[in-house]
């Protein structure tokens, strides 16, 4: 619902995006944690979670910068694994009303995450206040969680620091079980891609020759090709 | 790595995912109708967080087996539906407790 008047829309985008902003809060901090355990400077590691506000592209990025990767190859790795926030866009830019000029639209794009995307498509139509104020949240529990996790990163013991290791992964785990129980096509998705990451890693050939960033691209690009020709979506999915 | 290369790294990375994000949002004002094209793009969110979790959720503790028992703890803590925290926190603390076995004993 569209609701008129600048400041209700605005605080209304706010109350929505208190719940993702939470969530950012703890994922961000597993970023950080991962990024001073990989040795990233903790100063790059919050520059990063300003300028991207994405995990798995972040995690892939300074992995890329552990390994002293190239700058294609971090460019290649971003353009896969963040290339459904272009369909997300999409989808957004035809939702967006109330004089959303182009200025408000290049600021706003820097805001599309999976959360901030799905609270916001399923509004018949929105404007800049309601999404900047969706996006408010969000975007401070990420940096903060992220600026948290490179400080206590460093200051934990060491079992500690070392358990916390797991976190960012427990929580894609948590991302993408649950619809892998509901949906057989996204379960075939998980063991294609899992079983392709293995093959990267545990053959010497192939972990020779392929980095981790375009080992993932690989993997996700051969899986999301193959299962979309078997498992078309249903009409209904990713309006 | 430099710090002259790391900043151009952490550049490239906030340009390529800005723009990614940004040319459809001010240019694009109509419907993907491929369904291929949809399907593609529904799968690769799944498919990237899948590869970048397994194997190296093995390998990130420092302790295999612990990071397996983290894992396995995870992996059943998101099949009963427990939040994204909750799950974290509970494979966290599966490994620390596999990690102090051995100083107990």
Redesign the interface.
Known sequence: MYLKGRGRNFIQGVKEGLPIGL?YL??AF?FGVKASLLGV?AL?TV??SM??L?S??Q???IT??AE?GT?LE??AT?????????????????K?VGNYT?PK??F???F?T?EIFAVAVTKPSFGFPFFTGLSLLPYVGWVSGTVAGVLLGNVLPV??Q????????????????????TNF??LT??????G???LF??VPFLSKTFS?GT??II???V???V???I???K?K??E | ?S?GT?I???L???V???I???????F?????KS??L????????????????????LY????FL??AI??AV??I???F????????V????A??IV??IPVIF
């Open positions: 969530g703890s994922v597993a400077p790059i520059l990063i300028t991207n994405t798995a592209g995690l892939a990025g890329v910068i002293a700058i971090m460019i971003q353009l896969i694994i963040n290339s459904r926030y272009s369909l997300m866009s999409i989808s957004l830019s035809q967006a182009i639209r290049l706003s794009s820097a599309v999976d079992e500690i070392s358990a916390l290791g797991i976190a960012i992964y427990a929580m894609f785990i948590a991302i993408i079980i649950p619809p892998a129980e096509a996204v998705v998980l063991f294609f891609s899992a392709l990451s293995c890693y545990f981790t080992a993932v993997c996700a690009v899986t999301a090709a299962v979309s020709l498992f078309p979506i009409e999915e990713y | 790595m710090s790391m151009l790294m952490i490239a990375m906030a390529t995912t800005y990614l994000r940004s040319i459809p949002f001010v694009i004002r109509r419907k993907i369904r291929y949809k399907s593609f793009f529904f799968y690769v969110p799944y498919a990237v967080l899948s590869a970048m979790t397994f194997p190296y959720i990130s503790t420092g302790n612990a990071a983290g894992t995870g992996l803590a998101a099949l539906r427990r939040s994204l925290l909750m799950v974290a509970l494979s966290c603390i490994v620390l990690n102090y």
